[in-house]
């Protein structure tokens, strides 16, 4: 999968510089200045490439193109909807686990994502949040509605049975744990904080760490989006 | 008249934080939605004589503990940091999103954007002397990335 979105790239590069009359000039100077064509071939053609090399993999995420995993998930959302990945076709969907009952990590993914949001623009439209709850005991319908939509209300919160929160674990490869608090609704969870990026067609592409800021998360996003126009 | 009872106010306060053996600066509570029933308390701490932030409290919550929060390997852990937490003799401690903060638990109702909370903060001296601090802190909405002063 990984070859086939850099060839795609690559040929989408190929037509850019083939069609880039400013390169055309640069090779004329080029030639004109050293004297040699080939020379001067070689030179705009190792500008060529690392400038297309930029554009097929400069994600600021870690790129998991062609990952076995976190394919797919069937779970219900704040409204009580099934969900599934396919329903977001043609968006770029950006996944995280958490729960409504921490205190800053979450939190701040989600107010990192609405900002994304923004810096996309009308491009935005394109986004889709997918909040997953680690805790389905505290994070009820009522909840999770409420506190999706403070952040944004097109953002989606899943909440999984005991059942699907073990199997999306194991199928995202996400770690979770309750640590008992002193009251018996005290609890808090350890929970994997990073982000999963899908392109619009699906496909498992990135995965950004805890703490990237939202300008980059939008420059990936961008890229994904141009991908898959 | 006014503006000579703000000053005195203000003179009064200003005194009154100066008293306090640790000052505490740019606090505030994280809001909540109805039925959460944690969220985190931010400051920052500046101990005039080396002491130890050991318990805190507050009328709003069940449970009030000091966590300490890790990334390992991308995995958030809270850990409650049971032996208090250090505050060296003049060192700006800062309990901020991302790092040290108070948990505030089982909450007895939400909090919303713009009400006060109050906690009341217990430190304990380099001779094992325990005193407290009650503090009145403004809830900032649940988006706030805490803006703290640079």
């Known amino acids: ?229 | 008249m006014k503006l000579n009872y703000f000053f005195l106010t203000a003179v009064f306060f200003s005194h009154s934080a100066l008293a306090q053996p640790v000052t505490v600066s740019d606090g505030w509570v994280r809001a909540t939605v109805q039925g959460q029933r944690a969220t985190g308390a931010f400051m920052r701490l500046t101990a005039k004589e080396s002491a130890k932030l050991v318990a805190g409290s507050s009328s709003a919550a069940g449970i009030v503990e000091i966590h300490e929060m890790k990334m390992d390997n991308d995995v958030m852990k809270m850990t409650p940091l049971t032996n208090g937490l250090d505050l060296p003799i003049g060192k700006t401690v800062e309990l901020k999103p991302g790092g040290n903060h108070i948990m505030l638990m089982d909450l007895k109702a939400p909090l919303a954007v713009n009400s006060n909370v109050s906690v009341t903060l217990t430190f304990q001296d380099a001779k094992g002397k325990k005193f407290s601090q009650e503090l009145n802190l403004p809830v900032k909405a649940l988006t706030s990335a805490g803006e703290h002063k640079r």
Not at chain 1, 23 to 43: D, G, M, Q, S
Not at chain 1, 45 to 71: H, L, M, P
Not at chain 1, 92 to 106: A, K, R, W
Request: with cysteine; hydrophobic share 40%.
């Open chain 1, 1 to 229: 999968m990984s070859k086939s979105h850099n060839l795609i790239a690559g040929s989408w590069c190929a037509t850019i510089v083939s069609k880039t009359l400013s390169l055309r000039f640069a090779a004329h100077i080029a030639e004109k200045v050293l004297r040699t064509p080939i020379t001067a071939l070689l030179l705009i053609s190792s500008i060529a490439v690392s400038s297309c090399s930029d554009n097929a993999t400069a994600f600021k995420s870690i790129d998991i193109t062609g990952a076995i995993y976190g394919k797919d998930f069937n779970i219900s959302d704040q409204n009580g909807v099934p969900r599934r990945l396919k329903d977001f076709e043609g968006k770029v969907v950006v996944l995280f686990f958490g729960y409504t009952h921490c205190p800053d990590v979450c939190p701040t993914s989600l107010s990192e994502l609405v900002k994304v949001k923004q810096l996309l623009g009308v491009q935005g439209e394109r986004m889709q949040g997918l909040f997953v709850t680690v805790d389905p005991d505290r994070d009820t319908p009522d909840v999770l509605r409420a506190y999706m939509g403070v952040f944004d209300s097109s953002f989606i919160g899943l909440i999984p049975t005991q059942a699907q929160l073990k199997e999306i674990a194991d199928d995202f490869k996400i770690y979770f744990k309750k640590v008992d608090g002193k009251s018996r609704t005290s609890y808090t969870m350890d929970h994997s904080a990073g982000t999963y990026i899908y392109d619009a067609r699906g496909h498992l592409r990135l995965y950004a760490k805890y703490g990237m800021d939202a300008a980059s998360l939008a420059h990936d996003i961008q890229i994904l989006l141009r991908q898959t126009h």
